[in-house]
């Protein structure tokens, strides 16, 4: 069974540093792109970063410079660190994986969130 898990959220002040967690597993080919998402209070997910199995990174206009997505392709991990954070930045924090289920077909698979909150 594919599965994605984050860890790492939490409570921070304004300027601090989290770092997130995601693992996954399950999948017989590996992972493809894998991104982390959030969704503050009645607004829509967002994208936040992604990263290819290769290595290429895309970032959000609003976290550009602030916020760095790394991954281990040995262990299906991917990782947000996230420093100067600011109060607009709480949200809960979803770990997005693209798998290959078959040769000719992908399919991907979220996480359950980690919430993230900073206070002013």
């Known amino acids: 069974q594919v599965r994605v898990v984050e860890s790492g959220g939490g409570l921070v002040q304004a300027g601090g540093s989290l770092r997130l967690s995601c693992a996954a597993s399950?999948?017989?080919?590996?992972?493809?792109?894998m991104s982390w998402h959030r969704q503050a209070p009645g607004k829509q997910r967002e994208l936040v970063a992604r990263?290819?199995?290769?290595?290429?990174?895309y970032y959000a206009n609003s976290v550009k410079g602030r916020f760095t997505i790394s991954r281990d392709n040995d262990k299906n991990m991917v990782y947000l660190q996230m420093n100067s954070l600011k109060p607009e930045d709480t949200a809960v924090y979803y770990c997005?994986?693209?798998?290959?289920?078959?040769?000719?077909?992908?399919?991907?698979?979220w996480g359950q969130g980690t919430q993230v909150t900073v206070s002013s």
């Open positions: 990263i290819t199995s290769g290595g290429s990174t």
């Open positions: 997005r994986a693209v798998y290959r289920r078959t040769l000719l077909s992908t399919d991907d698979i």
């Open positions: 399950g999948s017989i080919f590996g992972f493809n792109d």
